[in-house]
């Protein structure tokens, strides 16, 4: 698939094997602070460096923003390896893709993988969400 | 050398701090927030986000290892119920193995009532 990535995806278009927009990520001192004001974590225990679980939800956050997902989706599961630590002011690129899509049980199910890769091709590290979302909400996209 | 205990990290999970995580993260699903569709969803009201509850175990993770949490940690969670603000959190785990430097611990994240919210296992290479 390819995409205006300024364009919400309909969540109803993707299908199992998509390969989404790829979309910029650079995390600034100002958001890694805020990120620990609001989860209660020590800001002095990160000088310098993301903190892995930030990077995973700034994954999850361009995703939403790309996708248009449909009302009370739920984040199910999540995976992630940190392959090395991003550093702060880092730019690297975010890789989605969509894993799984089925339904089970009148319930939709999806999976996005999403691989952060520095300007190198290193690859940073890798996530993988599972989200759900009851059937008849599926055709009520909102972005 | 061998891998530490993990100490737990027990918090307050109220909807201010679920409004600051969505603005942190960033994440505006409306379920977790005061809108009419979190009270017109599956459970009635807002709910914290996944991510901000697992947040305490990477906490936690982070508080023993330091950078090499940053460098090589990998978890695997599954939500196990919704958390509705305003709520008391703790992060526990144990210590699943520890081979070859590498330490693997199994979480739970639970309320002051015992109610399971997540479970899920972390590891990282600390030697």
Known sequence: MTADSTVPIPFEDLSKGDVLPAFPLEVSTDE????????????????????????????????????????????????????????????????????????????????????????????????????VVPRPEAAEATS | MSAPQIEPVTRVIDQTRVDAYAEAAPDFNPIHRETPEAYTGPFGRPIAHGMLLLALASEAMAASFGEAWAASGSMKVRWRAPAMPPVTVTASAELESDEDGIATYAFSCATDEGEVLLTARASVRYA
Do not use: K
């Open chain 1, 32 to 131: 890694v602070r805020a990120y620990l004001e609001a989860t209660g974590e020590p800001v002095e225990r990160w000088s310098g460096l993301v903190p892995p679980l930030m990077l995973v939800a700034r994954m999850i956050g361009g995703l939403l923003a790309r996708v248009a997902i449909p009302h009370h989706l739920l984040h199910a599961g999540q995976e992630f390896e940190m392959r090395r630590a991003l550093r702060v002011d880092e730019l690297v690129e975010l890789r989605p893709t969509v894993t799984a899509l089925g339904i089970r049980q009148g319930v939709v199910m999806a999976s996005f993988g999403i691989d952060a890769v520095a300007a190198d091709e290193e690859v940073v590290a890798t996530s993988r969400a599972s989200v």
